[in-house]
């Protein structure tokens, strides 16, 4: 291990540290379940953002050991959950002014369950990711994407932006290549109940596995956020009222 790697692996470990030193003090927030902590969260969350910046743009690209990575890659994926939970609380604060009892609950619990999702859960995940890179065919498909988001100029896995491309950046990170959103029709109205809009998905390989990967960590990411989603092989049926998409191509995503 070079010394550039072993000295950034130790700035990674000091800035988990220090994140960690300072959950008692959001949990102390929370646990307030007070509409007038909300500034201090959102401040809580924009530092925490800012230290999870430095080890994605800085560090983390220095890091060599799979081993590392893996552990590293677990840790980051709580943490960005986290920040998708306390982005998605202070946007309801301000929207509603009213939060339930059970959303701050659903926050709490989170934080309290860090280690066993981080050495769990996020682990495994993140092992499936890394080596799954590492093998030359992904690497080749997944530097298409990239090559392809590029072009684009797309931002999406790089800032937080409105529940719309939240939803976006989660099912590509879970391996979709194309996602649409759209108003739902009056026959998705009668499978789920105040449906407002579907949310459709593509693969770019004939991978039923990768499929139900997408579609369940899409469904699992708005049962959090207290939606109702009926899961139709790459289509989800959601009450969650989104924006559609200006371009709508459906059509395309034929089963």
């Given amino acids: 291990m070079s010394y550039i790697e072993k000295k950034y692996r130790r700035e990674i470990s000091l800035i988990f540290e220090d994140l960690a030193s300072t959950e008692k003090f959001l949990l102390d927030l929370l646990n307030q379940k007070s509409l007038q902590k909300s500034e201090e969260i959102a401040k809580y969350c924009s530092e925490l953002v800012k230290k999870i910046n430095v080890i994605l743009k800085k560090l983390y690209p220095e890091i060599k050991n799979l081993d590392d990575k893996i552990a590293i890659k677990a840790s980051l994926r709580f943490y960005f959950d986290l920040i998708d939970k306390l982005t998605d609380y202070i946007r309801h604060v301000e929207n509603f002014h009213k939060i339930d009892e059970h959303y701050y609950d659903s926050i709490i619990n989170y934080v309290e369950d860090k280690e066993k999702l981080v050495n769990g859960k996020f682990k495994q995940l993140a092992t499936q990711e890394i080596t799954t890179f590492y093998s030359s065919k992904a690497r080749e498909e997944l530097e298409e994407i990239l090559e392809e988001k590029l072009k684009t100029k797309s931002l999406e896995f790089f800032t937080i932006g409105p529940f719309e491309q939240e939803i976006k950046k989660k099912g ?55 939606y109702k989603v009926e899961l139709l092989r790459n289509k989800l049926i959601t009450d969650a009222k989104l924006l559609p998409d200006d371009n709508n191509h459906t059509k395309s995503f034929s089963h």
Avoid: Y
């Avoid at 391996?175 to 407002?196: E, F, L, R, W, Y």
């Avoid at 139900?212 to 207290?226: I, M, Q, R, T, W």
């Fill in 172 to 226: 590509r990170l879970a391996g979709a290549t194309d996602i649409n959103i759209s108003p739902a029709t009056m026959d998705d109205k009668n499978k789920v109940k105040n449906a407002q809009s579907i949310i459709q998905f593509k693969i770019n390989k004939n991978d039923e596995e990768l499929l139900n990967k997408v579609g369940n960590e899409l469904e699992e990411f708005l049962h959090s956020k207290g």
